[in-house]
């Protein structure tokens, strides 16, 4: 499939049709899906309908955006008006929301054509797709094993050229891990940077949307739509938004002024010898195309992760607390009373990894534990970021493998949740400090499988992080190859 600014072209110079782009993803979904499994609903009539829209623009003459015709999938965690938004959960199956989120309606209001709502771990707690209540996504390089999580559906669509584009969130890797295992660009933004209104909560302060793109450019664009500060959400920052795409260069020079930090905890111990290899050649190709590169020391990154897995529940605890079966969503019909309508509903409605981070988190936040725990996981969230600060005090980039390793097979994990969770290990400090990340392929390991490169900058810094990322990809041709689809079923 064509990249966004290809397919523009097309359509401006009537070359082709939305509604013929449409179409043709469409069949593609279809003859994909019984494989794949990448979307919990095809939205085929809403698409072809706005695809419609954007052909009687052009028709009439009239100019349109970058996004106009373009397929695009949305994870299914941000409300779309008319359309299910279940979040991969039983207790949201028949949930109907009544308006848009921020992100879709600014889509829409560009012209962009949603093919469908994206599989993902259930309220997006998991790392590998596995936990959804409906159906399991394989990764398109090997449809045996994982595509990442949680964002899984909306990376393997793009992946398998499913969509153009998606949309994502991440809590803590949900976008940069599966990026990493899918062979695709992810960007995790600065936080505030993207409106949240919409998004269903799983962690408040630490949940953001972000893009999915074959290339750097397609996720820039996607990301200049959906940025911006948006009143309905308190957390949005009201600065300006560059254009992300517009000064993109095949390099990084003048030589030497600019300055990549490589984090030497991420590297060693833990860490898949092919994927240190891999990442190690990549460091050395943004050296020769112009960058001075150092060892950055940020001595509290590895407690990202215990710190995190307080953190998350414990917001996630106040957070799913509304789904009780009365409001809206499922509800258990085996009670009879209140109280025991409340319980069945969600020991039936939610699903075991959900169920234990609701547990993990209220035990983080009752009385004789919160100051031990909670207070305790706040302060060191805190040393992170200092850790970060002073690190961009002596460069404008980090840089460090985006996973320990790449893809495992469906059910590896499953059965130990600790080993689930170093998945994330890379990511997730990134998240605590609130900082833009992103991820894109830097090679394959033996099996054939997609290996990322996760890029750090200060907040506000998504240009950079573009410009630099653009400059490795346009160097290389990793990002050029495509799935098979193959693997066992």
Same mark, same amino acid.
């Given at each position: 499939?064509?990249?966004?600014r290809?397919?523009?072209?097309?359509?401006?110079n009537?070359?082709?049709?939305a509604?013929e782009i449409?179409q043709e993803?469409?069949?593609?979904?279809?003859?994909l899906?019984?494989?794949?499994?990448?979307?919990?609903?095809?939205?085929a009539e809403?698409?072809?309908e706005?695809?419609?829209?954007?052909?009687?623009k052009i028709?009439a003459?009239e100019?349109i955006?970058?996004?106009a015709g373009i397929?695009i999938?949305?994870?299914?965690?941000m409300?779309?008006?008319?359309?299910t938004?279940?979040?991969?959960?039983?207790i949201l199956?028949?949930?109907v929301p009544?308006?848009?989120?921020?992100?879709t309606?600014?889509l829409?209001d560009?012209?962009?054509v949603?093919?469908?709502?994206?599989?993902m771990d259930?309220?997006?707690?998991?790392?590998?797709c596995?936990?959804?209540?409906?159906q399991l996504?394989g990764n398109?390089w090997?449809v045996?094993?994982?595509?990442?999580?949680s964002?899984g559906?909306?990376?393997?669509?793009v992946?398998?050229?499913e969509c153009v584009v998606?949309?994502?969130?991440?809590?803590?890797?949900?976008i940069?891990?599966?990026a990493s295992?899918c062979?695709?660009?992810g960007?995790k933004?600065?936080y505030?940077l993207?409106?949240?209104y919409?998004?269903?909560?799983y962690a408040?302060?630490?949940?953001q949307i972000g893009p999915?793109?074959?290339s750097?450019e397609?996720?820039a664009?996607?990301?200049?739509t959906v940025?911006?500060y948006?009143p309905k959400d308190?957390?949005?920052?009201?600065v300006?938004i560059p254009?992300?795409?517009a000064?993109? !260069?095949?390099?990084?020079k003048?030589?030497?002024?600019l300055?990549i930090?490589v984090?030497k905890?991420?590297?060693?111990s833990?860490?898949?010898s092919?994927?240190?290899?891999?990442?190690t050649?990549a460091?050395?190709?943004l050296?020769?195309?112009g960058a001075e590169?150092?060892v950055?020391?940020?001595p509290r990154?590895?407690y990202?992760?215990?710190?995190?897995?307080?953190?998350a529940?414990s917001?996630?605890?106040a957070?799913?607390?509304?789904y009780?079966g009365?409001?809206?969503g499922?509800r258990?019909?085996?009670?009879?009373?209140?109280?025991?309508?409340?319980t069945?509903?969600?020991?039936?409605?939610?699903?075991?990894e959900?169920k !234990?981070r609701?547990m993990i988190?209220?035990y983080a936040l009752?009385a004789?534990?919160?100051?031990a725990?909670?207070l305790?996981?706040?302060k060191?969230?805190?040393?992170i970021k200092?850790?970060f600060?002073n690190?961009?005090?002596?460069?404008?980039?980090l840089v460090?493998?985006t996973a320990p390793a790449?893809a495992f097979?469906?059910?590896e994990k499953?059965?130990d949740p600790l080993?689930m969770?170093l998945?994330?290990?890379?990511?997730?400090?990134?998240n605590?400090?609130?900082?833009?990340?992103?991820s894109l392929?830097?090679?394959f390991?033996?099996?054939?499988?997609?290996?990322?490169?996760?890029?750090?900058s200060n907040?506000l810094?998504?240009?950079?992080?573009?410009q630099?990322?653009?400059?490795?990809?346009q160097?290389?041709?990793w990002h050029?190859?495509k799935?098979?689809?193959?693997?066992?079923?």
């Amino acid at each position: 499939m064509a990249s966004i600014r290809e397919l523009h072209t097309q359509l401006v110079n009537k070359e082709r049709s939305a509604v013929e782009i449409t179409q043709e993803t469409l069949d593609r979904i279809q003859s994909l899906e019984p494989k794949l499994h990448s979307f919990l609903c095809v939205t085929a009539e809403k698409a072809l309908e706005q695809a419609e829209a954007v052909d009687a623009k052009i028709a009439a003459g009239e100019e349109i955006g970058l996004l106009a015709g373009i397929p695009i999938g949305i994870k299914d965690n941000m409300c779309t008006k008319g359309i299910t938004t279940t979040c991969a959960s039983r207790i949201l199956e028949n949930f109907v929301p009544p308006y848009e989120s921020t992100v879709t309606q600014k889509l829409f209001d560009a012209g962009a054509v949603m093919v469908g709502k994206a599989n993902m771990d259930e309220f997006a707690m998991g790392s590998s797709c596995e936990t959804s209540a409906y159906q399991l996504t394989g990764n398109p390089w090997d449809v045996s094993r994982v595509p990442g999580g949680s964002s899984g559906g909306s990376a393997a669509a793009v992946a398998a050229e499913e969509c153009v584009v998606s949309l994502g969130s991440d809590t803590g890797g949900s976008i940069r891990l599966p990026a990493s295992f899918c062979g695709v660009v992810g960007m995790k933004p600065t936080y505030g940077l993207v409106s949240r209104y919409g998004l269903v909560a799983y962690a408040s302060s630490l949940d953001q949307i972000g893009p999915f793109g074959r290339s750097v450019e397609d996720a820039a664009i996607l990301l200049n739509t959906v940025a911006g500060y948006d009143p309905k959400d308190s957390t949005s920052l009201n600065v300006p938004i560059p254009n992300y795409a517009a000064n993109l !260069r095949p390099d990084l020079k003048p030589k030497g002024q600019l300055k990549i930090g490589v984090i030497k905890e991420t590297f060693g111990s833990g860490l898949d010898s092919v994927v240190e290899q891999a990442v190690t050649k990549a460091i050395e190709q943004l050296q020769a195309l112009g960058a001075e590169v150092h060892v950055i020391s940020c001595p509290r990154f590895r407690y990202g992760l215990p710190s995190y897995y307080i953190i998350a529940p414990s917001e996630a605890s106040a957070n799913l607390a509304r789904y009780d079966g009365v409001k809206y969503g499922y509800r258990s019909e085996d009670a009879d009373n209140l109280m025991s309508m409340y319980t069945s509903t969600r020991a039936t409605g939610f699903g075991p990894e959900v169920k !234990r981070r609701i547990m993990i988190g209220t035990y983080a936040l009752s009385a004789g534990y919160y100051d031990a725990y909670y207070l305790k996981a706040q302060k060191v969230r805190t040393l992170i970021k200092q850790d970060f600060e002073n690190a961009f005090e002596q460069v404008d980039v980090l840089v460090c493998p985006t996973a320990p390793a790449t893809a495992f097979k469906a059910g590896e994990k499953t059965d130990d949740p600790l080993s689930m969770y170093l998945t994330d290990l890379m990511t997730i400090p990134v998240n605590l400090a609130g900082l833009p990340g992103l991820s894109l392929p830097c090679g394959f390991d033996d099996q054939g499988l997609p290996i990322g490169l996760q890029l750090i900058s200060n907040v506000l810094r998504e240009d950079l992080l573009f410009q630099v990322a653009y400059a490795y990809e346009q160097s290389t041709d990793w990002h050029l190859r495509k799935p098979s689809l193959g693997g066992k079923e």
